[in-house]
């Protein structure tokens, strides 16, 4: 299985401000002081020395992770990743018209859908565009954001074969050669995790969701869905200050995802849904206390920040 992350904000687009680019640059230069980076090989081992919070960023685009098995792909919501995702596919099969793709969607919130009216291959006939989930208002949210009186462009002029699929909540359906399971979390609006399986493989995307009685039992439901994921996409919009003071928004910290995992077995945390409030620095800080939590439970579970264009396989 293989998994392509295109956008991981949450809430709104937050672009790197150019403050912030420069502070960067700032950064890199100071280091280079005394270098002697006169060629193409030493620059580039300048780079893979760098901290990742200097030479990178999380990125600013809302939702959108891209999964494969063998030659199927499934998408994980539309937010304003797919419009990367959409330039990528259409230099294949996407471009004739000949492209298929499925989309679940975890929920209804903007930054879960605003990405369509931009998702290029959408446009183009032949192409076939099926979103599912559990939602009984599904197609309505997507027909309403692209209402003249937001979006000069109706979702019924896009050419491509756009369909709109129920699937229930709490058993399995099969799509092509994968099987999904979606799950309702606790959070506004109605989001579902799901469960994706393919052959000898499972991720769990858990985006917006909170965790409120946060005890052995209260999280043992959590647990038994997460149980043994290759991959947990987790919602850790906060830090552990931050929670305190915003009870009922329906977001997660690292720290509940690191417990969750160890409890779950899951061999592979991302952090997901970042804040907009938190620059790269605050991102990578969530990932260093749930680093150290997991080393002191003796967890052999390996967390990483999901970041634009990350890749992860196995
Ligand atoms: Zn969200
Ligand atoms: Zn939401």
Request: charged share 20%.
């Amino acid at each position: 299985m293989k998994v392509k992350f295109w956008g991981t904000r949450g809430s709104i687009p937050t672009p790197l401000p150019p403050a912030a680019i420069e502070g960067k640059i700032r950064q890199a230069l100071r280091g280079a002081v005394g270098l002697d980076l006169s060629s193409e090989a030493a620059i580039e081992r300048y780079l893979q020395r760098l901290p990742v919070t200097i030479c990178s960023t999380v990125g600013g685009n809302t939702p959108c992770i891209e999964v494969r098995a063998g030659q199927q792909m499934l998408v994980l919501d539309a937010g304003s990743g797919l419009r990367l995702l959409g330039q990528e596919l259409m230099k294949a099969e996407f471009g004739k018209g000949q492209g298929a793709v499925d989309i679940l969607i975890s929920h209804t919130h903007w930054d879960h859908l605003q990405g369509l009216p931009f998702f290029k291959p959408g446009f183009v006939r032949g192409n076939r565009v099926t979103f599912h989930s559990p939602h009984a208002h599904l197609e309505k949210a997507f027909v309403g954001q692209q209402d003249p009186i937001y979006f000069p462009v109706p979702l019924s002029y896009l050419s491509g074969d756009i369909q709109f699929r129920h699937i229930p909540a709490g058993e399995w359906t099969q799509i092509g050669a994968m099987r999904v399971y979606p799950f309702r979390m606790d959070h506004p609006g109605e989001s579902y995790a799901y469960r994706i399986e393919g052959e000898n493989a499972s991720v769990v995307y858990a985006t917006d969701s909170e965790y409120k009685q946060f005890d052995q039992a209260a999280g043992q439901i959590y647990v038994d869905f997460f149980r043994n994921a290759d991959l947990l996409i987790f919602d850790a919009q906060y830090s552990f200050n931050d929670v305190l003071d915003k009870q009922d928004w329906g977001h997660s910290t690292p720290m509940i995802g690191a417990e969750l995992a160890h409890r779950a077995g899951v061999r592979r945390l991302a952090l997901f849904h970042h804040d907009p409030l938190s620059d790269d620095e605050a991102v990578y800080s969530g990932l260093k206390q749930a680093e150290s939590y997991l080393a002191q439970r003796g967890s052999p579970c390996q967390v990483m920040i999901a970041s634009e264009e990350l890749e992860v396989e196995w």
